[in-house]
C-alpha cells in the first residue's frame, strides 16, 4: 500500500466551483460540490475509519467500515458513496457506529492470518491500523470455520508477490487496474464468500498485467505486496524525485533506509502523474546498484589496450591535454560533445558550456538528434517555439484525438493511462474520438473500453502524404476554422497553403495509392477530428524519424492550426518525448545552431549576453550535427569526443559506418553508468552518476521543470556535472558551482524563458512548467493562448515526397523500429533489472503471409539483411503487421538492428530515418557475421576492465 | 566530408523548398538552410563540389542558391 505517512483523503478530489457548506462534529466546513462526506471529514482533520475507500479510486461503498450518521436520515450511509449537501450534520462517532464498525472488523480479521509481526506490511498496513483505530479487541468467531487461510502465494511477477491469505476482497486492486491503469487485468471471481482476486486463469506473469503497480499501491493488506520490503522491510524516510526513464516524467517517493532504495512509489502530487507510474519507474530501479556499475577512472592510449585504472585527477587531466594536443594539431573545430538527454538539464547545459566556451566551437549535439528534433525545427518554424503546447492534464478536455506515430501505451504508458481514461469516458461524460496513423495495430487501436474510429493503417513513409489529405479534406470540404485562422494566422502565408493543400494531388483519392489508406476513411477521419469542438494531435518518433520527418512536423502544426486548435485546454500538438530530459537537453542549448532557450548562435546580441557571462567569444557559425561529426571523423577532420550519458555506437543508424568513426577518433572521452558500446571504443572513461546519485531537474514532453534529488552518493564519488565542472578546470576554462542551483541560477539569468525558475521556486511549486517568466511566474500550462509565440501562425507548403528508401526485388519489405514496454532505449538500464523476463530480446514481427512465402516458422531465427548489412535475430508471426511491413525493436545490441538501418535522414536536421527500410527476411540460424566480429569484439573490451573498477556483487 | 553525400543532403532540401510556387523563394529557403544548420566545413565541401563542376547530379535550386548566396553561404577561411 501506499505509504501510510501520507494523508489519504478517502474519495478523488472533486475540482467543481460550486461549495457546499455543513458540519461534520460540529465542525463547519466548506467543500467543492460533489465531494464526499469522508473527503470532507478527512480535509477538516476528523479521521474516518475505512478499507475500501481511497482516494486515487472512486468509492465504491463496500466494507462499511466508514459509517457515519447524518442528521435526519434514517440508518448508516457509508462516508466514502455520500456526496456532501449544503446544510448536512454528520456525525462520526457514536456508541452506535463504534459497534457497527467493530463487528465489521472482527470478521475481516476472523479470516485473516495474525502474524502481524513478522508480516511484512507492519507498521504499514490499513487493516492493521483500522483494528486499532475501532478498538478491536476480541475475535469471537475462531478459525475452525470456513476461511481463506490456505491459499498459495503467486511470486510469479518479479516485482511483487500476491498473498490470498491476506486477501479482505476490498477490490482496490481490480479498480485501480481499471481506473487508473486501464488494463482490466484482475477480475472477482465468484460471489460472497467464495469471492477472491485473480489475474485471469493464469498468474501475474503470464496475465495482461503490465506490471504498473497501481494495485499494489492501493492495496490496503500485504496481499499485494512488492518483494523489495518483503526482503528489506519498511522505509524509514521518503525523498520527492523524478522519473529517469521517459519524457513523462513521473514524479516519485524514493522511500530509503539509510542510503538504500526500498521501493519508488509514484508521487500523489506529481502533476505530471498524479500518482501513477509505469514498471520502469517503478520498478526498474536496480541497475543503480548493478554490479556492472563503473567505479574508477580509467584510461588507455589505443582501445587495442586493456584500461589502466587511475585517480579522477589523473583521467580529467589526461583528456584535458589530449583535447589541448589535437585542437593544436588539428584545429579548433576538430572536438566536440555529445549531451545526454539523460542527464539533468544542470548537468546538459554544462556540458553544451563547456564546448562553446572551453572549446571554443559549436560542435555539440544530444541524441535528440535522432529522435525530436524535427519537432524542435517544425514547431519553431510553424508556431514559434520548440516545444509541446499543452500539459498533460489537457486531455482530459480533449474530444477527438489522433495518435500519429506513437505508441503511447508502450512507449509513454502513464500518459496512455490517462488518454485511455478519456477515451473510455467518466460517468456522465462521453469517451472521446480516437484517429489512430500508424503502419502497425498498437495496442490502442482495440484494447478493454477502448476502440479507435479509424486506424489509419498506412504504408511507412507516406505520412505528410495522409496528413495532407487530411487537411485537403478540411479546407475543401470547408470545414476549416476560417475565423480563427484569420484571427491568429498570417494570412499571405494562410492563402498559399490553403491554394496548395486544395490542389486535387493531396486529395486522400489520389493519394491513396501510396499511402495504402482506402479514401473514404481519410474523409471519415477528417470529418470526426474537423467536427470535434477539441480536437488534439499526440506524436512521437513514428513521425519524426522519416526523411520527411520535420515536413510530418508541420503537416500537424498545420492541422491543428487549420481546426482551430492551439491555445487551450484539450487541444494542441503534443510531441510525446522519448528520454526523461529531451526536452530538457534541447531547451538547455544542446543543439549546435542554437544556444539555450533556442536563439540561434548566428544572432549577434544573443552570442554577445553569453559571451559577457561566460568571459569568452561564442563561435557565430553552426557546429556539427552528430551525423555531420561521424562523416568528418572518417574524413580526417574531426579528432576528439566527449559524450556524457549517451550510447551513439548503439543507438546510431547505420552501424558500421559510427563504429568506423568512432575508431577514427584519437580520444574519445565516455562518461556513463556502465561500459555501453561506445565506450568499447573510449579512451578515457568517466563513471557517471544515476539519477538517485545527484540534484538536479529533468524537464518532461510538457515542459514542466521537475526536481531530482540526490539520495544517495556517487557510487564513484562524483556526480556528473562534478565532472564535467573539473575536466572544464583542467583545460584551462576555470567554472566555479559548489551545487547544481548555481547552474540552474546561470541558466535563468541567461534564458527568457526560465528567468522566474529557480530551486526555491521548484520546491514551492512541486515543478514548473516553462515559460517561467515576469510574464507567467508560476509557469505556463497551455502554450500560444492568446496568440502564437512567433507571433502569426505560419502554415508552411508540406509537399509530399517519397523517401529514397525503396523496395526493390532484392529488398522487397520495409522495416520499421519502435520500443516496448518494458525496455528503454538501448537497454542498458532496463536490461540490467528483472524487466528482462518480458524481454529479453529483440525480435522480428512479421505478418503470417510474409512468413509462409518464406518458409519462416513462429520462434525461429532469421537473417535480417538491407543494402547497409545484415543480422540475425528471431522471428514472431503476427497479424498486428500488415504484409510487406516487418518490426524489430532495438534494446539489446547484440541483435544489431542498426546494422540495418541506413544512413538516410530528415532533410532538415539530419534526423536518421529508423522507420523505413528495405529489407529481406529468410530463415537462417547462424549470427551474422557482424554478430560475430561483435561477439569478438565486446568480449575483449570487456575483459580490459579490471575487476577492480566495476561494483562487483558485494560492494 | 562525402561530398555525394551532402549532394545528397542539399537535394532532399531543395525537393522541401522546391514546392513554393515563387522560385527565389525557394532558393532563398534552400540557402538559408544551409547557412543557419551545415557547419562550415560541410558548406566547403559542396561548394567544392560546385566548383568541380559536379553539378549534373545537383538539384537545380541547390545550384541556384549556391551561386546567387555564394557570399552568405562561402564560410570565412578557418
Ligand atoms: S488484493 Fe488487496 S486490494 Fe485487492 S482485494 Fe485483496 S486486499 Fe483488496
Ligand atoms: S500491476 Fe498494474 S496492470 Fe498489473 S494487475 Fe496491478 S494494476 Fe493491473
Ligand atoms: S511513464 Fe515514464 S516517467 Fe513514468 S514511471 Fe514510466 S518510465 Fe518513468
Ligand atoms: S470505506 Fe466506505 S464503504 Fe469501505
Not at chain 1, 589505443?302 to 589535437?326: F, G, L, N
Amino acid at each position: 500500500m501506499y505509504s501510510n505517512k501520507v494523508l489519504d483523503r478517502g474519495t478523488p478530489e472533486r475540482t467543481c466551483t460550486t461549495t457546499v457548506a455543513l458540519h461534520i462534529d460540529g465542525v463547519q466546513v466548506h467543500v467543492p460540490a460533489g465531494t464526499s462526506v469522508m473527503r470532507a471529514a478527512i480535509e477538516a482533520g476528523v479521521k474516518v475509519p475505512k478499507l475500501c475507500a481511497t482516494d486515487s479510486l472512486d468509492a465504491f461503498g463496500s466494507c462499511r467500515l466508514c459509517v457515519v450518521e447524518v442528521e435526519g436520515r434514517k440508518g448508516y450511509p457509508a462516508s466514502c458513496t455520500t456526496p456532501c449537501e449544503p446544510g448536512m450534520k454528520v456525525k462520526t462517532q457514536s456508541k452506535k457506529l463504534a459497534d457497527l464498525r467493530r463487528s465489521v472488523m472482527e470478521l475481516y480479521i476472523s479470516d485473516h492470518p495474525l502474524d502481524c509481526l513478522t508480516c511484512p506490511a507492519n507498521g504499514n498496513c490499513e487493516l492493521q491500523d483500522m483494528a486499532g483505530v475501532v478498538g478491536l479487541r476480541e475475535v469471537r468467531y475462531g478459525y475452525e470455520g470456513e476461511n481463506h487461510l490456505t491459499g498459495t502465494k503467486d511470486t510469479s511477477n518479479p516485482y511483487f508477490s500476491f498473498d490470498p491469505t491476506k486477501c479482505i476482497v476490498c477490490s482496490r486492486c481490480v479498480r485501480a487496474c481499471e481506473e487508473v491503469q486501464g488494463t482490466f487485468a484482475l477480475t472477482v471471481e465468484g460471489r460472497g464468500f467464495g469471492s477472491k482476486i485473480a489475474a485471469g486463469p493464469t498468474d501475474f506473469l503470464n496475465s495482461e498485467c503490465v506490471s504498473c503497480g497501481a494495485c499494489v499501491q492501493a492495496c490496503p493488506t500485504a496481499t499485494l505486496m512488492e518483494k523489495s520490503i518483503v526482503d528489506q522491510g519498511q522505509p524509514d524516510h521518503a525523498v520527492v524525485t523524478t522519473c529517469a526513464y521517459c519524457g513523462v516524467g513521473c514524479a516519485f517517493r524514493a522511500e530509503m533506509k539509510g542510503n538504500e532504495v526500498v521501493r519508488m512509489v509514484p508521487h500523489k502530487d506529481g502533476k505530471a502523474n498524479h500518482g501513477h507510474s509505469c514498471v520502469k519507474g517503478r520498478f526498474a530501479w536496480g541497475y543503480a546498484t548493478h554490479p556492472d556499475r563503473l567505479k574508477k577512472p580509467m584510461i588507455r592510449q589505443k582501445i587495442s589496450d586493456p584500461w589502466r585504472e587511475v585517480s579522477w585527477q589523473e583521467a580529467i587531466a589526461y583528456a584535458a591535454s589530449e583535447i589541448k594536443r589535437i585542437q593544436a594539431k588539428y584545429g579548433r573545430t576538430s572536438v566536440g560533445g555529445i549531451t545526454s538527454s539523460r542527464c539533468t538539464n544542470e548537468e546538459t547545459f554544462l556540458v553544451q558550456k563547456l564546448v562553446r566556451a572551453g572549446f571554443g566551437n559549436n560542435n555539440v549535439d544530444t541524441c535528440a538528434r535522432v529522435c525530436h528534433s524535427p519537432t524542435g525545427y517544425g514547431l519553431k518554424q510553424t508556431l514559434g517555439e520548440s516545444a509541446g503546447t499543452q500539459d498533460f492534464d489537457s486531455v482530459d478536455f480533449t474530444d477527438c484525438v489522433i495518435v500519429i506515430g506513437a505508441n503511447p501505451t508502450d512507449g509513454h504508458p502513464v500518459f496512455a493511462s490517462r488518454m485511455k481514461r478519456r477515451l473510455r469516458g467518466t460517468p456522465g461524460k462521453e469517451g472521446a474520438g480516437l484517429i489512430v496513423i500508424d503502419p502497425r495495430r498498437i495496442d490502442l487501436v482495440r484494447m478493454p473500453h477502448v476502440e479507435a474510429e479509424f486506424h489509419l493503417q498506412l504504408k511507412p513513409g507516406t505520412n505528410v502524404a495522409v496528413m495532407n489529405s487530411l487537411a485537403h479534406v478540411i479546407v475543401t470540404e470547408g470545414l476549416a476554422k476560417e475565423a480563427y485562422v484569420r484571427e491568429r494566422c498570417d494570412l499571405v502565408e494562410w492563402e498559399k497553403w490553403r491554394a496548395f493543400i486544395s490542389l486535387p494531388k493531396n486529395s486522400p483519392e489520389a493519394l491513396a495509392a501510396d499511402t495504402g489508406v482506402p479514401a473514404a476513411q481519410i474523409r471519415g477521419a477528417a470529418r470526426l477530428f474537423a467536427a470535434a469542438p477539441n480536437g488534439a494531435i499526440y506524436y512521437g518518433l513514428g513521425v519524426t524519424e522519416h526523411s520527411q520527418g520535420s515536413t510530418t512536423v508541420m503537416t500537424i502544426a498545420n492541422l491543428a492550426m487549420v481546426t482551430g486548435n492551439i491555445g487551450r485546454p484539450g487541444v494542441g500538438v503534443n510531441p510525446l518525448r522519448g528520454q526523461n530530459n529531451v526536452q530538457g537537453s534541447c531547451d538547455m542549448g544542446s543543439f549546435p545552431h542554437e544556444l539555450p532557450g533556442y536563439r540561434h548562435v548566428s544572432d549577434a546580441a544573443t552570442r554577445e549576453l553569453f559571451a559577457s557571462v561566460w568571459g569568452r567569444p561564442i563561435d557565430h557559425e553552426p557546429g556539427l550535427r552528430i551525423p555531420n561529426m561521424f562523416d568528418a571523423a572518417v574524413d580526417g577532420s574531426f579528432k576528439a569526443l566527449y559524450v556524457q550519458g549517451e550510447d551513439i555506437a548503439q543507438s546510431d543508424p547505420d552501424t558500421q559506418h559510427v563504429q568506423k568513426a568512432l575508431e577514427s577518433l584519437e580520444c574519445l572521452i565516455v562518461q556513463d553508468i556502465f561500459l555501453n558500446e561506445t565506450a568499447k571504443y573510449a579512451h578515457v572513461l568517466l563513471p557517471g552518476s544515476s539519477f538517485l546519485e545527484k540534484d538536479g531537474t529533468f524537464t518532461n514532453a510538457e515542459r514542466r521543470i521537475s526536481p531530482v534529488r540526490k539520495v544517495m552518493p556517487p557510487l564513484a564519488g562524483m556526480a556528473d556535472w562534478e565532472v564535467t565542472v573539473a575536466f572544464s578546470n583542467a583545460l584551462g576554462y576555470p567554472m566555479h558551482y559548489d551545487h547544481p542551483r548555481q547552474i540552474m541560477a546561470e541558466i535563468a539569468k541567461l534564458t527568457p524563458t526560465f528567468t522566474g525558475v529557480s530551486y526555491e521556486k521548484i520546491d514551492l511549486l512541486g515543478s514548473i512548467q516553462w515559460p517561467c517568466n515576469d510574464a507567467a511566474p508560476e509557469g505556463t500550462p497551455t502554450m500560444h493562448e492568446k496568440q502564437f509565440v512567433r507571433g502569426k501562425g505560419r502554415f508552411i507548403l508540406t509537399e509530399y515526397v517519397a523517401t529514397p528508401e525503396r523496395t526493390t526485388r532484392k529488398f522487397p519489405l520495409i522495416l520499421t523500429t519502435g520500443r516496448i514496454l518494458s525496455q528503454y532505449n538501448v537497454g542498458a538500464q532496463t536490461r540490467r533489472t528483472e524487466n528482462k523476463v518480458w524481454h529479453d530480446a529483440d525480435v522480428l514481427e512479421i505478418h503470417p503471409h510474409d512468413a509462409e512465402q518464406r518458409g519462416i516458422k513462429d520462434g525461429e531465427m532469421v537473417s535480417l539483411q538491407s543494402r547497409k548489412g545484415e543480422t540475425t535475430l528471431r522471428a514472431t508471426i503476427t497479424e498486428r503487421m500488415q504484409p510487406g511491413v516487418v518490426y524489430t525493436t532495438f534494446h539489446h545490441p547484440e541483435s544489431g538492428v542498426n546494422v540495418v538501418t541506413t544512413e538516410n535522414s530528415d532533410w532538415a536536421t539530419n534526423c536518421p530515418e529508423y522507420k523505413v527500410t528495405a529489407v529481406q527476411v529468410v530463415a537462417h540460424a547462424k549470427k551474422s557475421e557482424w554478430q560475430r566480429e561483435f561477439d569478438t569484439f565486446s568480449a575483449t573490451q570487456e575483459a580490459f576492465v579490471p575487476k577492480t573498477a566495476v561494483k562487483g556483487e558485494t560492494s | 566530408m562525402d561530398g555525394k553525400k551532402l549532394v545528397r543532403m542539399a537535394n532532399e532540401i531543395a525537393a522541401f523548398f522546391a514546392v513554393d510556387p515563387a522560385r527565389s523563394t525557394a532558393i532563398e529557403g534552400v540557402a538559408t538552410h544551409l547557412q543557419r544548420f551545415w557547419e562550415p566545413r560541410m558548406r566547403r565541401a559542396i561548394f567544392a563540389e560546385l566548383d568541380a563542376g559536379a553539378t549534373a547530379g545537383m538539384h537545380e535550386l541547390v545550384v541556384a542558391a549556391l551561386q546567387t548566396h555564394r557570399q552568405k553561404l562561402e564560410p570565412a577561411a578557418s
